[in-house]
């Protein structure tokens, strides 16, 4: 009896606490979005500008028009780009090059925006290994994908990771540091819950040296997309390197490809 009262108690207190809150998800002014990227490879390179919308709009981003974008490297070189299609400007002469500084500049609606990016040296990707997991409710066989480099001596070193499966773009987000095995031979495979690797696909491994912030950058968006050890963390705007109440991330990076059939 005494458990009982105990419980119609905690019951009473429970229902006394509860609060009807109303979240307003359209109240919030939308936001620029900037999303630009320059590589090792042959350019032309492109920055993309557009707005945020409502939470229960569609999920068609307003393209920002008419602002003025340059991108210049730490030799002195500055290029203004050309607005190719509504909220997409592109490069003509700029090459990216390892080692390199590059400063995005965007000017829309009487503000500025910057951002500054180094872009790494690139680390050797000498290959792909495939391997069965032991694990998993699939009646077939799957497999992971190792990413083969050595990791340089010197600390700081930040990756990114894409795959493909005979054509098909694996979603989630891959990224690792150095920070538990500096200097030596990578051993870590590219884990995708939502991304079955089987016998016979072609896979396509895409790597990338990035520097710190666009790790920081894209490792917040993969815990908020729930790729965490914790299922997820509560979803936040992720830190970003460019200046001012704006979206999104501006990335210096070297990019190198690999693949294999599974066997």
């Not at 905690?10 to 979005?33: G, T, W, Y």
């Not at 900037?34 to 945020?52: D, F």
């Not at 997409?88 to 500025?112: D, F, H, I, M, P």
């Not at 990338?208 to 914790?230: H, M, N, V």
């Amino acid at each position: 009896m005494r458990n009982v009262a105990l419980f119609f108690i905690f019951m009473v207190l429970f229902s006394a606490c509860e609060q009807e809150i109303e979240i307003d998800l359209n109240s919030a002014d939308p936001q620029i979005v900037i999303e630009g990227e320059i590589t090792n490879q042959k350019g032309p390179y492109t920055v993309r500008i557009s707005k945020t919308v409502n939470f229960s709009a569609s999920n068609q981003y307003p393209p920002v028009t008419a602002a003025v974008v340059t991108l210049s490297d730490d030799l002195g070189f500055s290029e203004k780009l050309a607005e190719t299609a509504p909220g997409v400007y592109t490069t003509a002469n700029l090459q990216g090059q390892e080692g390199r500084t590059y400063t995005l500049k965007v000017e829309s609606a009487g503000k500025t925006y910057t951002a500054i990016c180094k872009m790494p040296n690139r680390v050797e990707f000498k290959g792909i290994k495939a391997e069965e997991i032991a694990f998993g409710f699939s009646t077939d066989t799957l497999y992971s994908a190792t990413p083969l480099f050595d990791d340089p001596i010197a600390s700081g070193n930040n990756y990114r990771f894409i795959q493909y499966r005979n054509g098909e773009r694996d979603k989630s987000i891959t990224v690792f540091n150095d920070n538990v095995n500096n200097g030596k031979a990578n051993e870590r495979p590219i884990l995708s819950q939502e991304f079955e690797i089987k016998r016979g696909d072609t896979l396509v491994i895409e790597m990338r040296c990035i520097d710190k912030p666009i790790y920081d950058y894209f490792f917040t968006l993969s815990q908020s997309a729930g790729q965490g050890p914790g299922g997820g963390t509560t979803p936040a705007n992720p830190p970003n390197n460019i200046t001012g109440n704006v979206l999104g991330y501006f990335s210096a990076h070297t990019i190198q490809r690999q693949t294999i059939v599974v066997r």
